[in-house]
């Protein structure tokens, strides 16, 4: 068994959550080696659909639509310091978002939704409601089906493969070290920190970040804390390039800046499948032609499932362990939206500043009222 020098945070996870942690960490002059399983692992990071949304986020949670709004807020100056510092171009369009709605009642009930959302919060809370002719106005290729979109301007798009990669390189620019292909085997709190046996090695640090998504259950006990989380899958499919006509990213379809349109997404409660199935992509095609019948005939160069990292209540987990001082868990399903908080106010809270009063109510107890 080897020993590798110690380092002050121990990052478990090498997705959009953790590796925004450790980017934060690092950023602040932190010595973080951040673990990730490898590629057989199941991928929440490499399969999300890329939205930074704020829409919807928060009803009946003010502190999290609170999170969320700030996030988003920061993202055009987060999106131009991993430009700056890693030489990479996640793509960040955010010009507003639409929901585009098929049903009457269905546009009156996010209508409802948001407005409630806004009173909870006691705050400004963006949006706007749009009739057809407004929505045509502004997207001129919507279908005759679509009655009507809420329409946000926090709302926009990444690519999420280009801000995973932006964070690697500048998480690694900073010294941070990247360990791949070990996966965790036990977690051992002394005194001082922290042992981490992963494989052959043995990893020496003053604290632990548990950010593996769907292997945080596993992992939150060995340090006293608790991650109650279940997948929930999600399909997408993707389309060849085609001429720029979506320039305001949908809750269901977007068009990157390749030129490709993604098309998504179902909610499917299926175990570890990560697979798709023929009827849900008929059904998000078939929606999604509705939205934009220019979609017609278009040709699908590629189709895959996601498991999305779900709390019972839809909500993160972040909490520090009374058990063993200087372990943490962190869990969500927003890891895009969220990231510039993780590598912000969470990193910071994490190397001991104070906890953001908008996540106080994030943890794990909650499930046991």
């Known amino acids: 068994m080897t020993l590798d020098h110690e380092v002050d945070t121990l990052v478990i996870g090498g997705g959009v959550v953790g590796m925004s942690i450790a980017y934060g960490l690092a950023r602040a002059g932190e010595r973080v080696r951040l673990l990730d399983e490898g590629d057989d692992a199941f991928r929440a990071a490499r399969g999300n659909f890329g939205l930074v949304w704020v829409q919807g986020k928060g009803l009946g949670n003010p502190g999290y639509a609170r999170w969320t709004m700030a996030a988003a807020r920061q993202w055009p100056t987060f999106a131009q310091e991993l430009s700056e510092r890693a030489g990479v171009d996640v793509e960040l369009s955010q010009i507003g978002g639409l929901t585009m709605c098929l049903d009457p009642d269905d546009l009156a009930e996010r209508a409802a939704g948001l407005q409630a959302i806004g009173t909870q919060i006691g705050a400004p809370y963006p949006f706007e409601i749009l009739d057809a002719a407004q929505l045509r106005e502004l997207s001129p290729h919507v279908g005759p089906e679509v009655v009507g979109a809420v329409f946000c301007p926090l ?215």
């Open 155 to 369: 709302d926009g798009h990444v690519s999420p493969l280009r801000l995973l990669r932006g964070l690697v390189q500048g998480f690694e620019s900073m010294g941070g070290e990247l360990r791949a292909g070990g996966r965790v085997d036990a977690i051992e709190h002394r005194d001082h920190g922290f042992r981490v046996r992963a494989g052959s090695t043995t990893h020496a640090a003053g604290k632990v970040v548990l950010a593996a998504g769907l292997g945080n259950a596993a992992l939150a006990p060995m340090v006293g804390l608790e991650a109650p989380v279940k997948p929930n899958r999600g399909q997408i499919l993707v389309s060849e390039r085609v001429q720029p006509f979506l320039r305001h990213p949908s809750l269901y379809v977007r068009q990157t800046g390749e030129g490709v349109v993604q098309i998504g997404d179902s909610k499917e409660d299926v175990g570890l499948d990560d697979g798709t199935t023929l009827a849900q992509l008929a059904r998000i095609a078939d929606r999604a032609e509705r939205c934009f019948p220019l979609l017609k005939g278009i040709n699908i160069v590629r189709t895959w499932g996601a498991l999305r990292v779900m709390s019972p209540d839809g909500f993160p987990i972040y909490q520090a362990s009374s058990a063993c001082p200087g372990a943490f868990v962190v869990t969500c399903h927003s890891g895009v939206t969220l990231a510039a908080q993780h590598a912000g106010a969470l990193a910071d809270w994490i190397r001991g500043g104070t906890e953001p009063a908008e996540i106080a109510g994030f943890k794990a107890e909650r499930f046991h009222v």
